[in-house]
């Protein structure tokens, strides 16, 4: 719209096109990267949760570490009902 009005001429359009176009560029190819750690990083700590949970299952008396690992909180009710929320998330 600057340019139309003669506010700027057409090299410095040019310019700041070009270089908006890459900033567009860099922001795309940064969201790409955060996106690729963050699907990394969960694969890490399925991994270590899930070698948490075999180790639960093969033992009869489970260690305090191993549930405080494996369990992110309890609610406990009034009417004697209890919900454990597990860190691990099934993703099948």
Known sequence: ???LKGIIDESQ????SENIKKE???NKKYIDNLKNKKI????????KIEKYINEFLSLENPTKE????????I??????????????KNTT
């Open 1 to 3: 719209m600057d340019m």
């Open 13 to 16: 359009y040019l310019r700041i």
């Open 24 to 26: 567009i560029d860099d």
């Open 40 to 47: 990394d990083s969960n694969k890490i700590d399925n991994k």
């Open 66 to 73: 191993l549930i405080i690992n494996l369990v992110e909180k």
């Open 75 to 88: 609610y406990i009710y009034q009417d004697k009902r209890i919900d454990i929320i597990f860190t691990y």
